[in-house]
């Protein structure tokens, strides 16, 4: 059996129970067989793939808290120290009822190849709880926070570990999560990224993630001599990634149509009104049938229905596995030219085959979603200097970052003969730099 083939095995054994990360490794290490094979050999005596696959450090811990009500609650809170070979442990943190072990996992490895492709020096982590910040009135997020930060604490640090935000986790999270850090630590320190900008957050780091999606997509875009200017966009999700990426998309001339949340979702032939999306979800905290309320352009629809709409570019900014292979399917008999991943893993692998093999583009997450957590590294050069950039700096920086990222991942598709297949070249290209720096390590 080949090397790639036992671990991929090994992996379904030893974690069973966790289909994301099963998932999140066979896309890896499926598409680094032609690599893996040059190497097997010498990886195979190393034991580079087992250390590869297996988190540095995976922690689990207690969260209580008290409601409103004065009821006790209790949550688990995770923090997967992944990977350290090129940097501190770097990764978001997520806040969802869905949160078990193998979804962190999933998120925490996918991020080692991610780091890895913007160029800085951070390693991969991820961590989160299952508390569901939905509903919650800002006391009993604090109080979730200071209690999901009093144990946390102990494990990062400016130069150990420094998370950020994901899914339910924005800039009110952050700010509680680093109040009680400082108060317990006694550090005023870059620890976390995506802070508030009067305390050492960094300038356009909460649209970076969209804005770095629409880069990365523009820049693929023009590889294939097409024009962004005019093409009908379907986006998915309409959190911190899906609103800026909408922005960013109106801004280059593309007609962004839909949005969507867990409960429905808009279709706007007008153009999603993004100051109003950004008010409903922003500020009120709504669902989107606010949106539809005051925009009579816009039709409001229950459940899922995003990947129905005819478009030329899709856009899945939600969550893992929210386009299957029937999305795909209605997606390329709907002309698609080109889908980007906003989310992390929102396309199955049966759907990622099914729109390369109808010559779709497709722009993996690790490399196209990447510019948020680029920016993150910014702000931590930003804190380590003690200075904040300007706006058109940081903009400018991670424009520059995601045209790399992208020739990049091109160039290795190209070398290892798998020309505009990015799902490959993402992996190569990230995967060489860690294995290079972890060789170099020896064995830790
Ligand atoms: P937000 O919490 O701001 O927004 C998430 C959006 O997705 C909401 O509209 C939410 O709807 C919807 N959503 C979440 N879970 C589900 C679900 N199970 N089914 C349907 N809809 C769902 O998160 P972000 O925008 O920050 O994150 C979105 C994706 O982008 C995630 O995959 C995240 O890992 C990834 N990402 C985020 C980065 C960042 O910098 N924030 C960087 C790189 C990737 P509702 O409000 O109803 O739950
Ligand atoms: O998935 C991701 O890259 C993020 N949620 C951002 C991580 C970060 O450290 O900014």
């Known amino acids: 059996m080949s090397y790639v083939d036992e671990v991929i095995d090994l992996i379904v054994k030893e974690n069973p129970d966790e289909p994301e990360f099963h998932q999140a490794v066979k896309e890896v290490l499926e598409s680094l067989r032609v690599v893996i094979e040059e190497n097997e050999e010498q990886y195979r005596k190393d034991a580079l793939l087992e250390r590869l696959v297996n988190p540095e450090r995976q922690l689990k811990f207690r969260v209580p808290w008290v409601d409103d009500n004065g009821q006790v609650q209790v949550n688990t809170g995770y923090r997967v120290q992944f990977n350290s070979a090129i940097g501190p442990y770097k990764g978001g943190l997520r806040f969802h009822p869905s949160v078990n072990v193998g979804i962190i996992k999933f998120l925490g490895f996918e991020q080692i190849f991610k780091n890895s492709l913007t160029g800085l020096p951070i390693g991969g982590g991820k961590g989160g709880s299952n508390f569901d910040p939905k509903g919650k009135s800002d006391r009993e997020v604090m109080a979730f926070c200071q209690s999901f930060m009093t144990e946390l604490c102990k494990y990062i640090g400016a130069d150990t570990d420094v998370p950020a935000g994901d899914i339910g986790v924005g800039g009110r999270e952050i700010g509680y999560l680093f109040g009680q850090y400082k108060r317990i630590q006694g550090l005023y320190e870059g620890v976390l990224t995506g802070k508030g900008l009067t305390?050492?957050?960094?300038?356009?780091?909460?649209?970076?993630?969209?804005?770095?999606?629409?880069?990365?997509?523009?820049?693929?875009?023009?590889?294939?001599?097409?024009?962004?200017?005019?093409?009908?966009?379907?986006?998915?999700?309409?959190?911190?990634?899906?609103?800026?990426?909408?922005?960013?998309?109106?801004?280059?001339?593309?007609?962004?149509?839909?949005?969507?949340?867990?409960?429905?979702?808009?279709?706007?032939?007008?153009?999603?009104?993004?100051?109003?999306?950004?008010?409903?979800?922003?500020?009120?905290?709504?669902?989107?049938?606010?949106?539809?309320?005051?925009?009579?352009?816009?039709?409001?629809?229950?459940?899922?229905?995003?990947w129905t709409v005819k478009c030329d570019i899709a856009l899945p900014c939600a969550t893992q596995n929210e386009l299957q292979l029937e999305d795909a399917k209605a997606l390329v008999a709907n002309g698609v030219l080109a889908v980007a991943e906003g989310a992390n893993m929102p396309t199955t692998i049966e759907a990622t085959e099914y729109l390369q093999e109808n010559g779709v583009l497709f722009a993996p997450g690790k490399a196209s979603n990447a510019g948020g957590v680029a920016t993150s590294a910014l702000e931590m050069s930003q804190n380590s200097q003690r200075l904040s950039w300007t706006f058109e700096e940081v903009d400018s920086r991670l424009q520059t970052i995601m045209e790399n990222i992208f020739a990049n991942v091109d160039a290795a598709a190209k070398d290892y003969g798998y020309e505009k297949n990015y799902v490959v070249g993402a992996n190569i290209a990230g995967f060489l730099k860690v294995v290079d720096a972890m060789n170099a390590q020896g064995i830790v």
């Open 199 to 306: 305390f050492g957050g960094s300038l356009a780091r909460t649209e970076a993630t969209g804005y770095g999606l629409l880069y990365f997509t523009n820049a693929m875009l023009k590889a294939n001599d097409i024009d962004i200017a005019g093409k009908t966009i379907a986006v998915s999700g309409a959190g911190n990634v899906a609103i800026y990426a909408i922005q960013k998309a109106q801004q280059l001339g593309g007609n962004p149509v839909t949005c969507s949340d867990s409960t429905g979702w808009i279709y706007d032939p007008e153009g999603i009104d993004v100051e109003l999306l950004k008010e409903v979800k922003e500020v009120r905290r709504e669902r989107l049938t606010a949106y539809a309320e005051a925009r009579p352009s816009a039709e409001y629809h229950e459940g899922k229905g995003v």
